[in-house]
């Protein structure tokens, strides 16, 4: 997706996002895959490997997606938790969750030392701890139904190790990971292109067609292919679908320096809804000390602009345990959750051989590497024991997925009625001030309007171009952002900064509201 205003996540401060030539013109490949976050570089990666002419399109740089936002937890520690997996998946289903986000650090580990790549990898054990919500019993539950899916050597411990902080009870999952997103990408990308694949940045794809040779085009490109792969974290070329399963949220992240040591290489979370998750990060070229970096206050696309609360409250959490002098870092991402709360990945429901990676939770960098190898191993047509579950065409039946799956929709069509004509945020246009959007009624329609600095106001149509929803403003990030599916427009409105939209809002003639 194209850049915005946003902050940059600590990875992008240390390591630039990377750039390679646009594609012009018509060309032909065994597989183009669209999105070169993990999740495409991954499925890039194997297919390169496997001797498949690949072609890989973003309209960004490498990285500068959703990835670009993570916090590159790696672990098999389900965020939804087993014992919910168990009642959802069943016992064979919590299994291969298990076994998949496992073998995905796995992977991830070979891929590392096989390719000799610089990203700070390693293993570090994981802790869930208490929120004051739970007791230790969740935790031993837990514990018994993640030890049951086949995880090895869990235990409940007193407190994490960590001397300016008593957590309390905590689960230790031993043999997790962590590593420097954009350095691990910048080592996929080059051993894609060692393999004889072949990376484009600044491609805006907006049309994909299936079919026996299925297509994607955009503006003087396009590639055809034997297969498509969308890896653009929401599908962009499909409307309905993918988007009645799953939700957007966004969630917020900050950080800042501690002395080296004051918190050991580990990760945590808590178990609090939405919870808290922590790590550390070198800071390099400065051994002396360590980033702490916090996230969490996640809320719905589109449901509340009180980002700087949300921060404040981060930054609040985390000094009342650790010794952060300031934070000088703060960003945000966008997370799809998936109604039974497993991700999407495979064969798409409705497009012949397109395939599609999407719904990954707060699970990112395992999802998106799991979706590497599923995915290759369905193009390349070998058995994969973990098809089934990650399937997007499932249809889960348990009351706590339909359930979810009502509620969301239910919101979405709560959100459809905004389109009613009950009135703007700001009764004119000189109400808006530099800097700031707010939604003008004009007659029956509703108008996005942003002030620049310079004072020219923009006014957009603020019916979202996937499916029609009121967009709503950002005043933190400078973006429209909808409420329905998570597309998210530059502050004019022109530009796509999530899908599934693939077109900017509707440009209406500058006029004065
Ligand atoms: Fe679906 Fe906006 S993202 S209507």
């Known amino acids: 997706m194209q850049s915005s205003e946003r902050s940059l996540s600590v990875w992008e ?35 390169a490997k496997a001797g498949q002419n690949v072609v890989v399109l973003d309209d960004n740089a490498v990285g500068g997606g959703e990835s670009g936002q993570t916090t590159a937890h790696l672990t098999s520690a389900m965020d939804d938790y087993y014992q919910v997996l168990e009642k959802v998946h069943g016992k064979d289903g919590a299994r291969i969750a298990h076994d998949s986000h496992q073998g995905a650090i796995d992977t991830i580990e070979r891929i590392v030392r096989e390719n000799a790549i610089e ?46 902080w008593d957590s309390g009870p905590a689960l230790r999952y031993p043999n997790q990971g962590q590593f420097h997103l954009l350095k691990y990408l910048e080592g996929l990308t080059t051993a894609v ?54 939700a957007p949220y966004r969630t917020f992240v900050v950080a800042g320096r501690i002395p080296a040591g004051a918190v050991p290489r580990i990760l945590f979370w808590d178990t609090l809804d939405p919870y808290h998750y922590v790590r550390t990060q070198p800071v390099d070229g400065d051994p002396s000390s360590v980033w702490l970096i916090v996230g969490g206050e996640d809320h719905k696309t589109g449901h509340h602009d009180d980002a700087a609360e949300r921060y404040a409250r981060l930054e609040a959490w985390t000094r009342e345990r650790f010794p952060v002098r300031s934070f000088e870092l703060r960003w945000s991402g966008q997370v799809l959750e998936p109604v039974d709360y497993m991700g999407f ?30 995915i290759s191993d369905l193009i390349l047509g070998r058995p994969n024991p973990w098809e089934k579950l990650y399937d997007p065409s499932r249809k889960t039946l348990s009351l706590d997925s339909a359930k979810m799956f009502l509620e969301e929709n239910l919101d979405v069509a709560a959100k459809l009625a905004e389109l009613l004509p009950l009135g703007g945020e700001v009764a004119s246009g000189a109400e808006i001030r530099p800097g700031e959007g707010a939604i003008l009624q004009r007659g029956a329609k509703k108008i996005a309007a942003y002030r620049d600095d310079s004072g020219a106001l923009h006014q957009c149509s603020a019916y979202c171009t996937h499916l029609g929803c009121v967009v709503h403003w950002n005043s933190e990030e400078k973006s429209w952002d909808c409420p329905c599916h998570g597309s998210r427009f530059s502050p004019t409105g022109e530009l796509v900064l999530n899908g599934p939209a693939v077109t900017g809002l509707t440009r209406l003639d500058a006029e004065e509201g």
Not at 139 to 155: C, I, P, W
């Open 13 to 47: 401060q240390t390591n630039p996002q990377r750039e390679f030539p646009r594609l012009t013109g018509d060309v032909t490949a065994d597989v183009v895959v669209v999105g070169a976050g993990i999740a495409g570089m991954s499925v890039a990666y194997h297919l």
């Open 119 to 164: 990203c700070d990898f390693e293993r570090v054990d994981g802790y869930w701890f208490l929120g004051p919500d739970r007791d230790v019993s969740f935790l031993e539950k837990e514990r018994d139904a993640a030890t049951r899916a086949g995880a090895q050597g869990l235990e409940i411990v007193p407190r994490i190790p960590i001397d300016s």
């Open 193 to 246: 292109q060692a393999a004889g694949g072949r990376v484009h940045t600044g491609n805006h794809v907006n049309g994909v067609e299936s079919g026996a040779r299925p297509k994607v085009s955009g503006d003087g490109f396009s590639v055809s292919a034997a297969a498509v792969v969308m890896c653009t974290n929401s599908p962009v070329h499909d409307r309905v679908t993918m988007h009645t399963k799953q």
């Open 345 to 374: 990945i495979g064969r798409d429901p409705t497009h012949e051989n397109v395939f599609l990676a999407t719904g990954d939770s707060g699970q990112g960098m395992t999802h998106g590497t799991i979706a590497g190898m599923l």
